[in-house]
């Protein structure tokens, strides 16, 4: 009798067919994984374009120089700190040693005491480790002499004193040891963000670089345009109160070309002075910062070979008999703020809501500064980086 069940598909038993059947399992496998890899490492490495990299590095740059504005501080912090700690030690030891010659003193007239059958409470009063407990006593105060009254005292004082100073050399040993970690975090936080900055860099392809050079360079003549038209308003300001300095002169005068303040305007002749005052020192400070260029920008550094921002305008500035402070922080606070527009040579101007570079004014919209590491001390437009505000120092 016929069987109706539907016949069974073949399946392949030959040694080949299994091996064929087996490698095309393999391949389908290995296909699904590396679509699956593939699709689960590209949300990993997102492309980023040059524009993100440069302002990633930017503000790397940027927040190194953070870190070294706290790394500056506080280094005159421990500096100032070991100077008093040293101060406090020498003291210390002054006043032990001037404790240890009137405990000798006392010592002496105890001894004195003795060989000549003194009364023995008061050698022992001369000998005790705390003479206070026996001074109280006013009944034994009373029977001592003039000269081992001073005695007693002059231990006392010195002893009081070089407790005190012990105790406030010990303090400060505290806080600058406190200073030193903080100054350890800052450097280490430089250090880490030069290293990614650099990291960065390094990744670029020849071809990207080529692309971060042209964005610079469109970022220069940008801020180079801003300087020109600055230094074209300060000029025309110039012209102007030229024009109004020679209309105010006096017939009986002369001409105004002639007078040696014939192109200072119309100020107080006080004023006219602490002007000729400021550009003298302005000067002096200019040159000594001329003559820096081409040092390289280190973290930190404050001269002669190296510098960092507020490491040359404070050097810069010293030379010309002004002591600025060692931070940009600090910088900002010294002297009376001035306007863009009426900026002169020698004023410091400060970039960045958190004030952190600081660069000297030259005149025609540009500085002098160091940039940043990799960079050396140079001239440059002070529209490169958003402005914060300008001091003059003097």
């Not at 069940?5 to 496998?29: H, M, V």
């Not at 010592?107 to 407990?133: D, E, F, K, V």
Request: proline share 4%; glycine share 8%.
């Amino acid at each position: 009798m016929a069987s109706h069940r539907k016949p069974r598909t073949r399946i392949l038993t030959s040694p080949g067919s299994r091996r064929t059947a087996a490698g095309l399992t393999t391949a389908a496998l290995a296909s699904v994984t590396l679509l699956s890899q593939t699709a689960q490492a590209a949300p990993r490495q997102p492309q980023q374009s040059i524009e993100e990299v440069k302002e990633k590095v930017d503000d790397l740059y940027r927040q190194a120089e953070v870190a070294t504005q706290q790394y500056n501080g506080a280094k005159e912090q421990a500096d100032e700190q070991r100077s008093t700690v040293d101060r406090l030690l020498d003291d210390t030891a002054r006043r032990t040693q001037a404790m240890n010659d009137a405990r000798r003193e006392l010592g002496s007239l105890a001894s004195a005491q003795y060989r000549s059958g003194g009364m023995n409470p008061t050698a022992q009063l001369l000998l005790a480790r705390n003479p206070q407990q026996f001074v109280d006593r006013s009944h034994l105060m009373d029977r001592l002499s003039g000269k081992q009254k001073q005695a007693v005292t002059d231990y006392q004082e010195q002893q009081a004193t070089a407790v005190r100073q012990r105790a406030e050399a010990s303090r400060s040993l505290e806080r600058l040891t406190e200073t030193q970690a903080s100054l350890k975090e800052s450097k280490r936080s430089v250090q880490g963000k030069l290293a990614e900055a650099r990291q960065l860099l390094s990744r670029l392809t020849a071809q990207e670089k080529a692309r971060l050079a042209e964005l610079e360079r469109k970022k220069e003549a940008e801020a180079k345009r801003k300087a020109e038209e600055l230094a074209r308003k300060q000029a025309e300001k110039e012209r102007k109160e030229r024009e109004d300095g020679k209309q105010h002169d006096t017939p009986g005068q002369g001409t105004g070309s002639g007078s040696p303040d014939g192109g200072s305007g119309g100020g107080s002749g006080g004023g006219q002075a602490d002007d000729g005052s400021y550009a003298t020192k302005a000067a002096k400070a200019l040159a000594f910062a001329r003559a820096q260029m081409g040092k390289p920008y280190v973290w930190g550094a404050t001269g002669p070979n190296s510098y960092d921002c507020s490491g040359l305008t404070q050097a810069a500035w010293k030379s010309a008999g002004v002591s600025l402070p060692r931070t940009t922080w600090d910088q900002v606070k010294t002297g009376d703020r001035v306007a863009t527009k009426d900026l002169k040579p020698g004023d410091l101007v400060f970039f960045y809501d958190d004030i952190s570079h600081v660069g000297m004014y030259i005149g025609d919209g540009k500085m002098i500064h160091a940039p940043k590491p990799g960079a050396s001390v140079r001239i440059e437009s002070i529209y490169y980086m958003p402005i914060y505000g300008s001091v003059r120092p003097a």
